[in-house]
């Protein structure tokens, strides 16, 4: 359902993704984790066509493109099959969390006004925010506004949602509610890829743990043998790391 | 001291009211051209477009570097020399153009500036949901410069209002000119120019109202 080949991105000289070979399934939770700078945010903004990759080809759903070769038609039509959770919620400052949530359905889908904003109270019941409707983002907290931005990202019904560490900017108060969200919406099963120094919740609800270092995937496997039986000298350095700080 | 002639000031207020529409259609002209103007210059500095991005860095830094009278002549009276179909350009004309410029210049800067402080995560979003590059701005990017700016360029159409007194140097009759004439007929300089003083003062008042009424409701996204 997902298939990248062989994709790069180059920034000038420095190769920070080095031809990525990654299939994931219809309903498959990933994990991504890795040391700082080894491109892991570049993967998800690749799928997005926030970054232009450098080259390679990617299947989203029923749509191949060869990045090169890619339309601007087909770079909307990626975007509209990939939604993405921002580091930094990224709401849009001048809308209220209901026109935040209907925004890609009134604008991206041309749904009827009324439909859009049914369907995004349906959204916003969902996650928990149904009382904060007519809020608008800087009278939410830090963890109200990313379940907001999950919000934003359930409303595109896209084959896949990307998390570029949706929890590392909250407060530590407010991970617990945007990390149970994020596994309410793995229990329906809703095709994820997950950047996240969160071990805990790697262990807990991810399928597949995939190791990235230097622009290559070292390793990758279920939780339980990249945890507890790392194969890569490097997975392990990291992983020791890591665990240190935040243990399974 | 002699005593004020209010009897004569209080004459004199019909009569000057006659010539405010002029200068509120000066003013108002000139600010919805400069928008226009301002915006289009903005567009151009933010996408960097060559050619047109020097052009406009060169145009900006004139129309900011030297003072609106000289302008004011250099389209009344120079224009005219420069290209032989307009034997005469009238004042009113001039007047527009200068203020035009003049102020588009700077109003230019403030929205470029404004444009460009918008959250540059936020254009990321609206572009990760799908939009096309027009729908980010006017959906996302414009109301949130628009709120910034606005302040700036309330106080821009404000000194537009009081600079259109410049336009009687061009022999135009707005109530700078009506007043100069009144005054020179009767030599009460004082009462006249008195009279003018607060109608101007009362117009950028109410204008002043309105922004704060304006500046209210959009900020209303902002507040906690
Ligand atoms: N726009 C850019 N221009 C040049 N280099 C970039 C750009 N964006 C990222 N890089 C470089 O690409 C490399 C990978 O960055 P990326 O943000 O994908 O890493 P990451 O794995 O997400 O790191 P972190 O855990 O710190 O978020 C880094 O060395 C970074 O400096
Ligand atoms: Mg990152």
Redesign the pocket.
């Known amino acids: 359902m997902i298939k990248l080949s062989s994709l790069s991105k180059h ?2 000289e ?1 190769v ?1 993704l080095d031809e990525i070979d990654l299939a994931i399934e219809e309903g498959e939770i990933v994990v991504i984790i ?10 998800l903004r690749c799928i997005n066509f926030l970054e232009q990759p450098t080259a390679g080809t990617m299947t989203v759903g029923d749509l191949t493109v060869d990045v090169n070769r890619a339309s601007r038609a087909d770079i909307l039509s990626m975007r509209r099959r990939t939604a993405f959770v921002f580091q930094n919620y990224a709401l849009f400052a001048n809308k209220t969390a209901l026109q935040n949530i209907a925004e890609r359905l009134l604008v991206v889908d041309k749904w009827p006004k009324e439909k859009a904003y049914q369907r995004a109270r349906e959204i916003l019941d969902q996650i928990g925010l149904a009382d904060k409707a007519d809020a608008y983002p800087a009278s939410m907290s830090g963890g109200q506004q990313q379940r907001v931005g999950i919000g934003r990202a359930m409303a595109a019904g896209a084959d896949v949602i990307l998390f570029d ?1 949706p929890t590392s900017s909250l407060d530590p108060e407010w991970v617990e509610e945007v990390l149970g969200l994020m596994k309410q919406l793995a229990s329906e099963r809703q095709t994820m890829m997950v ?1 996240t120094h969160e071990m805990s919740f790697a262990r807990d609800v991810a399928d597949r743990v995939i190791f ?1 270092d230097g622009g290559h995937i070292v390793e990758q496997g279920p939780p339980g043998d990249i945890f507890h039986n790392p194969k890569d000298p490097r997975t392990k350095a990291f992983l020791k790391k890591i665990l240190a700080t935040s243990p399974v | 001291m002699d005593v004020l002639n209010v009897e004569y000031m209080l004459g004199l207020v019909p009569v000057l009211l006659r010539y405010l529409p002029l200068t509120l259609q000066l003013a108002g002209i000139g600010m919805v051209l400069a928008l226009i103007l301002a915006c289009l210059f903005a567009v151009v500095r933010v996408l960097r477009i060559p050619v047109l991005n020097q052009l406009t860095i060169v145009f900006i830094s004139f129309f900011r570097g030297t003072p609106l009278l000289v302008q004011l002549f250099l389209f009344y009276y120079g224009l005219p020399q420069l290209f032989s179909a307009l034997t005469v350009i009238d004042g009113i004309t001039a007047t527009i153009m200068g203020l035009t410029m003049h102020f588009s210049a700077y109003m230019a800067e403030s929205i470029r500036a404004a444009i460009v402080g918008v959250d540059r995560s936020q254009t990321e979003a609206a572009l990760s949901i799908g939009m096309t590059n027009g729908q980010l701005m006017r959906r996302v990017v414009l109301p949130q410069a628009t709120r910034v700016a606005l302040p700036t360029l309330m106080n821009y159409f404000i000194d537009m209002i009081k600079a259109t007194s410049l336009a009687f140097t061009l022999g135009v009759t707005e109530l700078m000119g009506a007043t100069q004439k009144e005054a020179a007929g009767s030599f009460l300089y004082f009462e006249a120019f008195i009279v003018a003083a607060i109608m101007y003062w009362i117009v950028v008042e109410l204008l002043s109202k309105l922004q704060n009424y304006l500046e209210t409701r959009l900020n209303k996204a902002y507040n906690r």
């Open positions: 920034f000038g420095t920070v890795g040391p700082s700078g080894t491109g892991k945010s570049t993967l560490e950047v990235i």
